[in-house]
Each structure stands twice: as C-alpha cells, then as structure tokens.
C-alpha cells in the first residue's frame, strides 16, 4: 500500500443508526479510530429488490463526514465498492464514488469484493483506486492491521472479469503462507485485526470462504488477533470462536436514504478492547 493517502481514480478516467455514547475527546492518548463502510454496490440504476444503488453516493458522503469530524486515523471499505456493468460504465461508476471516499485525506485502504472483478480484473480495480495490491498489512500505534483478498476459486486461481462463481471463495495458499509470516513476525502482545470482504466464521454460508476453517487455525495460532472485520452479507452477523472476534457489518446500499445508512466508527485502546460505534443500521458493540 502507498505511504499517506491513498490516491483517487486517475483523470482519465474521471473523463471517460444505532450510535452509541463515546465521543473522539473521550479517546485515551493510546487509543484511535477509523471507519468502516461496505458493500455500496454504488451504480446509477434503478432499485432492485432492497438494494438503493443510487444512494450510495449520498451515503457514503454522509460516513466520510462524520469521519472527518471525528479524526479518524484511517477509512477502509470492505469490498463491493462498485456493482456491475460494462467496463466503460464501471470506471465511471468507480470514479463517482471514489472521489467521494478519496476527499478524507488520510490513509485509504480497499478491500477487494466479488464484484469489484465481475467486469474488471484485480489489477484494473486497484490501479484505479491507487493501490497497488490485493492483499497486505500496516501498523499504527502497536496495532498491527492485515487486508485480505479471498477472491480465489477453489482451484487457486484468481477471480478475474466475472469467471466465477461468487460461492466459491478461498484465501490460497500462497496467501495462507505470506499471512503465516506476517503474523508470526509481529509480538505476541501487538493486536491484530483482519479485514475480509467474504466471511471467515462460517464456511457452510454461501458468503463464507470455503478453507475458513484452515484459515482460522493459522489466526488461532498466531496468538494475537483480535477481530475479523467482514462484509459481503448484506445482513451484518457475529461469531465468536476460540477467543477471536468475526463481525460482518451491514451493507450499506440495502434500504432508501440515509435513515437507511450503515457505516461505523471504529475505537481500539491500548488494552485492546474494540468498539464499535454503529450509524443507521449498523448496530453498535464492545468486542471485549
């Protein structure tokens, strides 16, 4: 991931709740925030079934703001960004949301969804964004934070361009290698937390990724990950297994206008508790 902000769409392609009580001065010196938003599917057409495509751009201008206003230390999206249509339609599509998500001025980060690649490949989408991989990690203030991308069929090979079955997902096993690394190099007192856009707690959902229960025993033998922070499943869920948390936040194109929202702002502490401040339909919670 490139050092500071990551940058918006390029411009050629630009051509072409439940809120809980804590407030950012209640924050100890230790502690920090950062925002949470997924499955947008943001896209200009008509409402289909419970999905308001057209007012994900509102609403994510609505979380960017009270991000803002609140000093998060960085914003990540967790997939689905875009929904689908012919390439030329996406970039614009991607562009339109994009430039909303990219007026927050400190570090962005992207975590790649099913149909972020229904149209485009891997490398167009985070091209596009200013990312220049799928998967990765970060640290800040002894927290260390980890990206993944399970955007794989079960044959290992890559989604790419729509040739996929969305049910059938996995982290692979040059992935389950480098995140073996990258955790057993942290200290087993430095707290980690993944994000995801398909679902690691339940590999019997259609959501869920399908060697979970592989992926779960690596997390579990690290010793020190807290929490996979997760999308993909419109309705939001929670699982605690083996002292780890997996929280899948709602969506946020499900339901008209903002009342209809679903962001959250995101609080750990030097102790490593986790809360989590949920708006409009994103209920609020302490991952203790």
């Known amino acids: 991931m490139k050092s500071g902000a990551v940058v918006g769409i390029a411009s050629a392609f630009l051509a072409t709740g439940n809120n809980c009580a804590l407030t950012q001065n209640e924050h100890d010196n230790t502690g920090f925030s950062f925002g949470v938003i997924t499955d947008l599917h943001n896209a200009d057409k008509k409402t289909a079934g419970t999905r308001h495509y057209r007012d994900s751009i509102e609403k994510l201008s609505g979380a960017v703001d009270y991000f803002k206003a609140n000093n998060a230390a960085f914003l990540i999206e967790l997939g689905d960004f875009i929904d689908k249509a012919n390439k030329q339609t996406e970039y614009g599509y991607l562009a339109a949301i994009d430039k909303i998500f990219d007026s927050f001025r400190g570090p962005r980060h992207y975590v790649l969804g099913n149909h972020d690649v229904a149209t485009f490949s891997k490398a167009e989408f985070i091209e596009a964004v200013g990312s220049d991989k799928t998967y990765y990690s970060f640290d800040l203030n002894g927290w260390h934070f980890v990206v993944l991308d399970a955007n794989f069929k079960e044959d290992q090979t890559s989604y790419i361009a729509g040739n996929f079955d969305w049910t059938d997902s996995i982290i692979p096993d040059s ?5 073996e690394n990258d ?5 087993k007192d430095s707290p980690a937390i993944l994000f995801s856009h398909q679902n690691l707690h339940n590999e019997d959902d259609p959501h869920g990724v399908k ?3 592989e992926v779960r025993a690596l997390l579990e033998k690290a010793g020190n990950v807290r929490a996979v922070l997760q999308g993909h499943m419109h309705t939001g869920g929670y699982a605690k297994i083996n002292g780890i948390h997996y929280l899948t936040f709602r969506a946020a194109v499900e339901g008209p206008g903002l009342e209809n929202n ?3 702002l995101v609080k750990v502490s030097a102790n490593g508790k986790i809360d989590v401040e949920g708006h409009g339909q994103q209920n609020s919670l302490v991952l203790a």
């Not at 992935?175 to 995140?179: A, D, F, I, N, V």
């Not at 955790?183 to 200290?187: E, I, V």
């Open 183 to 187: 955790l057993a190099g942290r200290p």
């Open 211 to 213: 060697n979970a229960p």
């Open 175 to 179: 992935e389950l290698r480098w995140l």
């Open 262 to 264: 679903a962001f959250s």
